[in-house]
């Protein structure tokens, strides 16, 4: 499996040099072609500036401050904004968080999507909105053409989100980020989402990495998953082995923290940043110890 | 998969209609007193009983048609130099035209170009724009009109140019502020991870969301340059002295008030329904066109 997305030792920082918090502290994480990566982490862990920074959305006053991402290749950080721009929407998709406002609210749903496919397919505006009706059938969406002519106010929440799906997936990227796309949804809604991300991934053969906190989310759809935890990863591996022996106590603290059907939740038992930190440069230290005593 | 009902089945003609007919009286009241005034100012030349300038000093303050003493070739009698009132108003009605139109077109253009720049680019862009706003609303409008007036020369293009100088303000302030709000917007994120530019996303995007303000803004303008003219005219620095404007006719009234009230009552009549007639279609066409009010 060729990796598409590699992101090495990532450093982002947030406010002026004096002051700066570090949001995320040296993560990696790779992504293969048509996988599914679940990144999960408490909220603040970063993993949605994660996100943010491979789409270069991060905050006015946020900076990669060191590290790399390498999409198919070629390092998005050092890119010019033209190039970068030119691969967003068509190699690189978003599914965004929140359906209710991600739509331009005074433009009709057929001129969002077919304006999407002109800029970066140059299809013809009748070709544009041909294709933009085919692309709302693969997400059930009954009626195409009449929905084209809607407004976003005039169609519901489920509806929106697999518009925005449908936009995702429309120009065949090979990674798609998919933001948290089922938080604002109520749980039915939720899954049927899920399986159409599923289905059009199959479809088109991206890769997605899928931010969320929702560890029942990841066991359903994603095959590999990262944890995330104050701007560190703490442990990745296939999504089974993770949930079935973690091997890290935070990871277990998110486990337990899970509602579940079977048994009372836990709170979860937040690890402050500072043990973590310790723990690390204990392992160090032990590492150093071993080193020196082997040799 | 189930699809989510779509509880309205919405044409798009029946869409208009909706629209046309939420905007309600205020919307047909002020549609009908700009287009009164609209159609005399093209039509001057053709339903004006006199020459606004022909002089009848044997006919001079003659009161309306209908009093004692007044002349049916005079409907609304004749001023101090024996001039037919109604046809003045009438030309008047030209000028007054002229100036909203041009005024608040031009004025609209500079406004919503700087607001636009200061609110998306923000940083020193926005406080030099800023500044300069504020610097110029420090000043008050009419003296800054006069001066101007004053410097360039009478004539209609100075007055549309004291308009356009003081007024872009306007324009500028709440474009620039309703800017930054809409680029907070998630669905302006989503237009940047789609790769569109800033001036696409601000063309594309944003500028579409501006136009029931800038609308309800340009109306109220056009109010506002009609009485900016009025009172250039009525001081005496507007278009050359013999043609017919509004505030000259009052300024000409003023003198006689007392035994021709007619003549400086009447133009105060026109001014007030202009104005409450562009005021009123602003407000009604808001609600034609915001769509999210469409519900």
């Known amino acids: 499996m060729t990796t598409i997305l590699a992101i090495r030792d990532l450093h982002v920082a947030i406010g002026h040099h004096a002051d700066a918090t570090n949001v995320l502290r040296g993560a990696s994480l790779e992504v293969g072609a048509g996988e599914v990566r679940g990144l999960v982490g408490e909220s603040g862990a ?3 500036m994660l996100g943010r920074a491979v789409l270069g959305l991060l905050p006015a006053n946020a900076i990669v401050a060191a590290g790399s991402i390498h999409f198919e290749g070629r390092d998005l950080v050092a890119m010019p904004e033209s190039e970068r721009r030119n691969l967003l929407g068509r190699r690189i998709a978003l599914i965004p968080q929140d359906p209710m406002t991600s739509l331009n609210p005074v433009k009709r749903v057929g001129a969002q999507i077919s304006n999407l496919l002109r800029r970066h397919l140059g299809l013809s505006k009748r070709d544009a909105l041909g294709r933009a009706a085919e692309l709302l059938v693969e997400v ?9 002519e809607l407004y976003p106010h005039e169609i519901s929440g489920g509806m929106r989100q697999r518009v925005l799906i449908a936009m995702a997936f429309a120009c065949d990227p090979s990674l798609v980020i998919a933001d948290e796309p ?18 059009l991934r199959q479809r088109h053969g991206a890769a997605i990495l899928f931010v969320t906190h929702d560890l029942g989310v990841v066991a359903k759809i994603c095959r590999t998953m990262t944890v995330l935890h104050a701007g560190r990863v703490l442990e990745e591996g296939e999504t089974v082995d ?21 048994r009372p939740a836990e709170a979860l038992r937040p690890v402050p940043p500072a043990l973590i930190e310790g723990l690390w440069a204990e392992a160090r230290r032990l590492d150093g110890q071993l080193a020196m005593a082997a040799s | 998969m189930a699809d989510l009902a779509l509880n309205r089945s919405v044409a798009p003609p029946s869409r208009w209609v909706a629209g046309l007919k939420r905007g309600g009286a ?7 007193l700009v287009g009164v005034l609209v159609l005399v100012a093209l039509l001057a030349p053709w339903i004006a009983p006199h020459d606004p300038i022909e002089q009848d000093l044997m006919s001079a303050q003659l009161p309306p048609a209908w009093i004692n003493g007044g002349d049916p070739a005079y409907l609304l009698g004749t001023d101090s130099l024996g001039r037919c009132v109604l046809s003045r108003l009438i030309y008047s009605a030209r000028t007054a035209v002229v100036v909203a139109l041009i005024a608040a077109s031009l004025a609209a253009a500079i406004g919503i170009a700087l607001g636009l720049v200061a609110g998306s680019f923000g940083g020193w862009v926005d406080q030099l724009t800023s500044r300069l706003i504020d610097v110029w609303m420090a000043f008050p409008p009419v003296l800054l009109s006069i001066v101007l007036a004053a410097v360039i020369g009478a004539g209609l293009t100075s007055v549309i140019a004291a308009i356009v100088v003081v007024d872009w303000t306007r324009f500028a302030r709440v474009v620039r502020a309703e800017t930054m709000v809409q680029l907070q917007r998630d669905y302006a994120a989503a237009a940047r991870v789609i790769g569109l530019s800033r001036g696409g996303i601000l063309r ?16 109220v303008e056009m109010g506002i340059a009609i009485l900016v003219e009025v009172i250039l005219s009525f001081v005496g620095i507007s278009v050359a002295g013999d043609t017919a404007t509004w505030g000259g006719m009052i300024a000409e009234g003023r003198q006689i008030v007392y035994q021709a009230p007619w003549i400086m009552a009447l133009p105060i009549l026109c001014i007030i329904s202009s104005v409450i007639g562009f005021n009123l279609l602003g407000d009604g066409l808001r609600l034609v066109l915001d769509p999210v009010q469409r519900r």
Do not use: M
């Open chain 1, 46 to 48: 970063g993993k949605s």
């Open chain 1, 140 to 148: 059930a969406i009954r009626e195409p053409r009449r929905v084209l």
């Open chain 1, 182 to 199: 089922t938080t604002a949804l109520d749980v039915t809604v939720q899954r049927q989402v899920l399986q159409l991300v599923e289905r």
């Open chain 1, 242 to 262: 993770v949930l079935a022996k973690p091997r890290h106590p935070y990871t277990r603290a998110l486990l337990a923290a899970t509602p579940r059907a079977d």
């Open chain 2, 26 to 32: 205020r919307l047909w009241i002020g549609a009908a």
């Open chain 2, 204 to 219: 594309l995007e944003i500028l579409p969301n501006l136009v029931p303000l800038v609308v309800t803004l340009l109306a």
